[in-house]
Each structure stands twice: as C-alpha cells, then as structure tokens.
C-alpha cells in the first residue's frame, strides 16, 4: 500500500510541528524586540550616550545581559532533552566567550601597542571572566559526550561555576555609587540562586531559567549611566532596586502566558501534557480516596 494523504481537516505531524515552531520562534522574536524597545527607550530617556563612559558601559552590560537572558529564556520556555540543551548552552557560552576576548584583545592591541600581557595581568578582569564562560561551554560541550551516568550527574556543573565566578567578579568590579553596587549584587545574587538552582533541579531548569531573567536585566539596570543618573535625582536605592524587578518580572509573566499555558480543548480530542498530568493526579487522587 502507497503513501495516503491525511483526512480531510487534518494535518500531517511533520506540518504540525512545524507551524508550531515557527509560531513560537515569531513569538520569541516579538518578546524580544518589545523588550529591547522598553530597554532601549530607558536609556534614550537619561541619554546613557552623553560620555565615552557612559556609552561603553551600554554595550558592556547589554552583550552580558543578553547572554544570560538567552540562557533563562531557554530555560524557562524550551522542553529538550538534557544533552540538547548542554549543546545549545555550551555554543552559546563558547560563542560569546570569543566574541567578547576577541574583541578586547583587539582593541587592546590598537591603544596599548600591543602590550597584552601586562594589559591582561593589570586590566584582565572582564576578559578573564569571559575565558571562564568559555570553559564552561567547553564543559556543557563535553558532558553529553561523556558516559551517560557521568554526564547526567555532570551535566549542570557548569552553572555553579559560573555563579562561583561571577560573585568573584562582581566583588572585584568597583562601582561609582551605591546604586550601582545594590544592582550588580542583587544580580549577582540572581545568577547564584540560577545556578544552584540547576544543580539541586537537576529535571527542572524552569525556576532557574525566570532566576536568570532576573539577574540579567538588574546586571543591565547597573550600568553606569542609569545609575549616574539615578545618583543625581537623588533616587531611593530600594526603589531602584524593585523597579527593576518589576521589568523582568513582568517579562517572565508574558513568556509563561505565551509558551507555558495549554488549553482545554485540543484539535482532534488529544490531551496537551498539562491536561494528562491532572488527569493522572486525579486518578491517583481518587485511588487514595477509595483505599481510605
């Protein structure tokens, strides 16, 4: 028997899967173009560009930020399987890693003559932090490779080596006003809460990935010129604080709105995974009830 088409009203899975991903993939990029408007529209508002400082330090925090969004937001909306995700979280990491010291290198050799090696030793921090994310996509890299007991134990370290390291960063990165140091460790403290959580969870990355949503947009709150400004307006740093909270927050609410809620009704009778989890905590529910 040859190949038939599929019933009327129907849709082959392959079309399914399909329309499914690029409905999602244009959902993330609206998120993330509204969010980079609302971003970039803060700092228009205060003119973070009104020195070579303050201009610096928008591309400084956010390259990070974006980083670490990329890795919540995956986190917390994407459902892959443990050795996919090492894979996609490692490239990304080792990506970055390049981009970042590649880019410093550069610009190190061009304004101090070439003089790298008393450049790193004395000025390295942020270059230094960013070998380190790269070691730890060549660590995701390698875990799915690896035996698969090793792996699955393995596969979240690199998370708590990050969070390790960027508290040790962050102790290191001075800071101009008190504003700017409540919001790096308040990020900070996001990334470790992220990170720990990936290991503890180790079957759930989705309270880590909103954890890390959080640290990346106080991380990006933190720059100089937002908080040079905040200084100067005589802004209550708590308040500060919680209003850049509010953001990723409400970020997080519409990225589970988008991709975290299923619907009741589904095409052709099937049940989402949502809808079969209760049922099957109902039937465990009444099993109970019936034995008591």
Same mark, same amino acid.
């Given at each position: ?20 991903? #690029? @409905?999602? =993939? ?22 973070? !560009? ?5 201009? @610096? ?7 990070? +930020?974006?980083?670490?969004? *990329?890795?919540?937001? &995956?986190?917390?909306?994407?459902? !892959?399987? !443990?050795? @996919?995700?090492?894979? $996609? ?13 590649? /880019? ?18 004395? %000025?390295?921090? %942020? ?13 995701? =890299?390698?875990?799915? @490779?690896?035996?698969?007991?090793? +792996? ?6 690199? %998370? ?21 140091? #409540?919001?790096? !460790? ?8 992220? +990170? ?24 990006? /709150? ?10 100067? *307006? &005589?802004?209550?740093?708590? #308040? ?8 990723? $927050? ?15 009704? %589904?095409?052709? +009778? ?23």
């Amino acid at each position: 028997p040859g190949w038939s088409p599929p019933p009327p009203g129907t849709r082959a899975p392959f079309a399914m899967d399909a329309c499914r991903g #690029s @409905r999602a =993939l244009r959902m993330h990029v609206i998120l993330a173009a509204g969010q980079l408007a609302v971003l970039t529209s803060i700092c228009a508002s205060v003119n973070v !560009w009104r020195s070579p400082l303050t201009s @610096r330090q928008f591309p400084g925090h956010l390259g990070p +930020g974006l980083f670490i969004a *990329a890795i919540g937001i &995956s986190a917390l909306c994407a459902e !892959w399987p !443990w050795r @996919r995700r090492c894979e $996609i979280e490692g490239r990304l990491s080792v990506t970055a890693s390049i981009v970042y010291v590649s /880019g410093e290198t550069l610009e190190a050799t061009i304004s101090k003559g070439g003089r790298l090696a008393s450049f790193y030793i004395k %000025h390295g921090l %942020h270059a230094w932090m960013a070998f380190v994310v790269g070691l730890c996509g060549a660590m995701l =890299l390698l875990v799915p @490779r690896l035996e698969p007991t090793l +792996g699955y134990r393995l596969k979240d370290v690199a %998370h708590t080596w990050f969070a390790v390291a960027w508290a040790w960063f962050i102790y290191q990165h001075k800071q101009p006003n008190e504003i700017g140091v #409540s919001m790096h !460790w308040t990020a900070t403290a996001w990334i470790v809460i992220g +990170g720990f959580m990936r290991t503890l969870k180790a079957d759930n990355p989705k309270e880590s990935g909103a954890a890390y949503i959080l640290a990346a947009y106080t991380f990006f /709150g933190g720059q100089t010129g937002l908080t040079l400004w905040a200084d100067a *307006a &005589s802004a209550n740093v708590g #308040s500060y604080v919680l209003a850049w909270h509010a953001l990723p $927050i409400v970020a997080i609410l519409c990225y589970l709105r988008v991709f975290g809620v299923t619907s009741k009704a %589904h095409p052709g +009778g099937s049940q989402g995974e949502g809808d079969l989890v209760a049922t099957v905590e109902e039937g465990l529910l009444a099993g109970e009830a019936k034995r008591g």
